[in-house]
């Protein structure tokens, strides 16, 4: 059973920098890719960043790509989210995700096996 447990999401102001944190156990760091989707209110779950079990490789959703910037520390068994230059249009709840899978990145909602509770992040104009 891997969980997932999100933290660091706020209210800030536009052009602000939110630091998102996820906490996991050992076998996921150690052999899962994970990826950091938001949720937009009545909307379904979209992809904002995706990251190797090395942390090697990434990607990112144009939306975010430039200021936005995952990493793993796989010691620490914690995922972040590194969000500078905050827009209102960021407003989302975050979650990370795990998935156990031959693919070096995981960029399909659908192809995660496990999921964070999510935590909000608010950008105010």
């Known amino acids: 059973q891997a969980q997932l447990v999100e933290s660091g999401g706020g209210l800030v102001q536009a052009g602000d920098s939110l630091r998102l944190s996820c906490a996991g156990n050992?076998?996921?760091?150690?052999?899962?890719?994970m990826g950091w989707f938001r949720q937009f209110p009545g909307k379904e779950r979209e992809f904002v960043a995706a990251i190797s079990f090395t942390g090697g490789t990434t990607d990112y959703a144009d939306s975010v790509k430039d200021r936005f910037t995952i990493s793993r520390d796989n010691t620490k068994s914690t995922m972040y989210l590194h969000m500078n230059g905050l827009k209102p249009e960021d407003t989302a709840v975050y979650y990370c995700?795990?998935?156990?899978?031959?693919?070096?990145?995981?960029?399909?909602?659908?192809?995660?096996?496990?999921w964070g509770q999510g935590t909000q992040v608010t950008v105010s104009s």
């Open positions: 050992r076998r996921v760091f150690s052999n899962f890719a």
């Open positions: 995700a795990a998935a156990l899978s031959v693919k070096v990145l995981v960029v399909n909602a659908d192809e995660y096996e496990y």
